[in-house]
């Protein structure tokens, strides 16, 4: 059983291009949230999707950023027109259900140069 | 608001045990996590406690929760160079499913 995989582990985009950040959860996983984390800082939460719902967006940015978790394929963390301060890692974790145990992938640390 | 903190750093001699201790704010916590961090990785769960116990102990790692002062610790015992890694407290808050991270403590094991 893979684990959450997210793709790709590295990201470089101009001032004004889009990001496309891509998360596969684990198997039986229909939970899945995404984290940001700053250099040096902690993960915070940006948002949390089941099949074709957003449940909890209350730390996405309110602009240039969605999320969507399609019925079929991976969730996807779009950023469209990143600028410099959107340099981050980004973590997707995800769970079987409701209060389970989330399980991380490695991460995309996306570099705007 | 939530809020969780955590020293920055923490350094021990290889053998010793070690120490991580992180305040929240939140008292409507239900699970309370540590996870490791290792360069360039994502996070790995080391362990976690429910909000109604005071104490896990799982191997090498131990964790004490007073709840009363909102406190939460690790104990690595016999710490080993391995075991060098940033290391984040996290609550998840009743009745959400998002977990709120600390700032990460990077423990550093010297021989």
């Known amino acids: 059983n893979a684990g959450v995989m997210q793709n790709p582990r590295h990201l470089v985009r101009r001032r004004g291009q889009e990001a496309r950040l891509r998360c596969s959860p684990m198997?039986?996983?229909?939970?899945v949230y995404w984290y940001r984390q700053l250099p040096e800082e902690g993960l915070k939460f940006m948002v949390y999707?089941?099949?074709?719902?957003?449940?909890?967006e209350s730390g996405m940015p309110k602009e240039r950023f969605s999320a969507e978790f399609p019925k079929e394929g991976p969730s996807i963390l779009r950023i469209q027109q990143v600028v410099r301060g959107d340099s981050a890692a980004y973590f997707c974790?995800?769970?079987?259900?409701?209060?389970?145990?989330?399980?991380f992938g490695q991460g995309t640390r996306l570099t705007v140069v | 608001g939530e809020d969780v903190e955590q020293s920055l750093f923490l350094s021990v001699r290889e053998g010793d045990s070690s120490v991580i201790n992180c305040t929240y704010t939140?008292?409507?916590?239900?699970?309370l996590y540590w996870y490791k961090q290792e360069p360039g990785a994502g996070l790995q769960l080391l362990t976690y406690?429910?909000?109604?116990?005071d104490m896990k102990q799982d191997q090498r790692l131990t964790v004490l929760l007073n709840k009363k002062d909102k406190h939460l610790s690790l104990r690595i015992a016999d710490t080993q160079t391995g075991d060098s890694a940033i290391y984040f407290c996290?609550?998840?808050?009743?009745?959400?499913?998002?977990?709120?991270f600390g700032t990460g403590t990077r423990l550093q094991v010297f021989p």
């Open positions: 939140d008292s409507s916590s239900t699970y």
């Open positions: 996290a609550e998840s808050i009743q009745d959400t499913d998002k977990l709120i």
């Open positions: 406690i429910f909000s109604n116990m």
């Open positions: 198997k039986g996983h229909s939970h």
């Open positions: 999707l089941q099949k074709e719902n957003i449940i909890d």
């Open positions: 974790a995800s769970s079987p259900g409701a209060q389970a145990e989330a399980f």
